[in-house]
């Protein structure tokens, strides 16, 4: 069963940037999709990037798109979450996922490994 430790979290002042990391271990890395989600007090958890287990394929939820990249490495067994232009409303704990099943919706919708999270927050 794969373990995730996420790291990189922090404050940060809106229009900055931060890079989250979630290691991977335990597990076949390269057959994982991985995803990230994220969590704000008060609202429910939400989805907000992923990338299948080749690279080839991402999604980014509407929210992020043109601020956040997902990308992995393999030879480092991690994925990475590239924030950029962060706004206060960014602000909510981020957990990694990974899920082994075909295609990318899995790690979207119901990823079953979950990390413990990391907590970003962005000032205004």
């Known amino acids: 069963q794969v373990q995730l430790v996420e790291s990189g979290g922090g404050l940060v002042q809106a229009g900055g940037s931060l890079r989250l990391s979630c290691a991977a271990s335990?597990?076949?890395?390269?057959?994982?999709?991985m995803g990230w989600f994220r969590q704000a007090p008060g609202k429910e958890r939400e989805s907000v990037a992923a990338?299948?287990?080749?690279?080839?394929?991402?999604y980014l939820a509407d929210s992020v798109k043109g601020r956040f990249t997902i990308s992995r490495d393999s030879a480092k067994n991690t994925v990475y979450l590239q924030m950029n232009s962060l706004k206060p409303e960014d602000t909510a704990i981020y957990y990694c996922?990974?899920?082994?099943?075909?295609?990318?919706?899995?790690?979207?919708?119901?990823?079953?490994?979950w990390g413990q999270g990391t907590q970003v927050t962005v000032s205004s």
């Open positions: 990338i299948d287990w080749s690279g080839g394929s991402t």
């Open positions: 335990r597990g076949t890395f390269s057959s994982y999709s």
């Open positions: 996922a990974a899920d082994g099943r075909d295609g990318i919706e899995a790690v979207i919708t119901t990823p079953r490994y």
